[in-house]
């Protein structure tokens, strides 16, 4: 009966422990993932400088969010950064980061297809992928700028981005 009532005792301390230790995660997890950005600067999975972040945008219908920051690669705002965040029960977590060159930069995909973005030139306002217009984010201190589009359609993901000046004329 003794050998009984101490495995009784030993497995609710262990069980204790064990939910001790689950909880502190968890308030630790809710404390550091209060929004994307603290979980960018936080996580030990983003090894890239953060030099200027150039957009951050949430999506809460489905609970997506995404942060478009320079980083250096050989020189200053050489290269932009994609960040995809997923909001969880326990908060925001970093599902990928995707690294482009700002040199090669045409048109580019998050792989899921829940993003496209792309370069445009400096003197471009607007940016249409058919009737869509992308968002326009300038950068750096050579005014490139990014364009961005959130969920394209499967039409989109095989158009070409038009780009046009203040005037509204189509550039080449």
């Not at 262990?14 to 960018?40: Q, R």
């Not at 969880?88 to 990928?96: A, C, F, Q």
């Not at 297809?113 to 400096?122: K, V």
């Not at 039409?155 to 189509?170: S, V």
């Given at each position: 009966?003794k050998?009984?009532?101490?495995?009784?005792?030993?497995v609710?301390?262990?069980?204790?422990?064990?939910?001790?230790?689950?909880?502190?995660?968890?308030?630790?997890?809710?404390?550091?993932?209060?929004?994307?950005?603290?979980?960018?600067?936080?996580?030990?999975?983003?090894?890239y400088?953060?030099?200027?972040?150039?957009?951050?945008?949430?999506?809460?219908?489905?609970?997506?969010?995404?942060?478009?920051?320079?980083?250096?690669?050989?020189?200053?705002?050489?290269?932009?950064?994609?960040?995809?965040?997923?909001?969880?029960?326990?908060?925001?977590?970093?599902?990928?980061?995707?690294?482009?060159?700002?040199?090669?930069?045409?048109?580019v995909?998050?792989?899921?297809?829940?993003?496209?973005?792309?370069?445009?030139?400096?003197?471009?306002?607007?940016?249409?992928?058919?009737?869509?217009?992308?968002?326009?984010?300038?950068?750096?201190?050579?005014?490139?700028?990014?364009?961005?589009?959130?969920?394209?359609?499967?039409?989109?993901?095989?158009?070409?981005p038009?780009?046009?000046?203040?005037?509204?004329?189509?550039?080449?």
């Amino acid at each position: 009966m003794k050998i009984k009532k101490r495995l009784w005792i030993s497995v609710a301390i262990v069980i204790s422990v064990l939910m001790l230790f689950l909880g502190i995660e968890y308030n630790n997890k809710l404390a550091f993932s209060t929004g994307p950005e603290e979980v960018l600067y936080h996580s030990d999975e983003n090894t890239y400088s953060i030099q200027q972040i150039v957009h951050q945008e949430t999506f809460s219908e489905d609970k997506y969010a995404y942060i478009l920051f320079l980083t250096e690669d050989k020189k200053p705002e050489d290269s932009i950064v994609l960040a995809e965040f997923k909001k969880t029960s326990t908060g925001w977590e970093l599902k990928g980061m995707v690294l482009n060159s700002l040199e090669g930069l045409q048109t580019v995909g998050d792989g899921n297809n829940r993003t496209l973005y792309g370069l445009s030139p400096s003197d471009v306002e607007t940016v249409k992928l058919g009737e869509r217009s992308a968002q326009l984010f300038s950068i750096g201190e050579n005014k490139k700028k990014i364009w961005f589009i959130y969920k394209p359609t499967k039409k989109e993901l095989d158009l070409l981005p038009i780009f046009y000046n203040k005037e509204g004329q189509k550039l080449s």
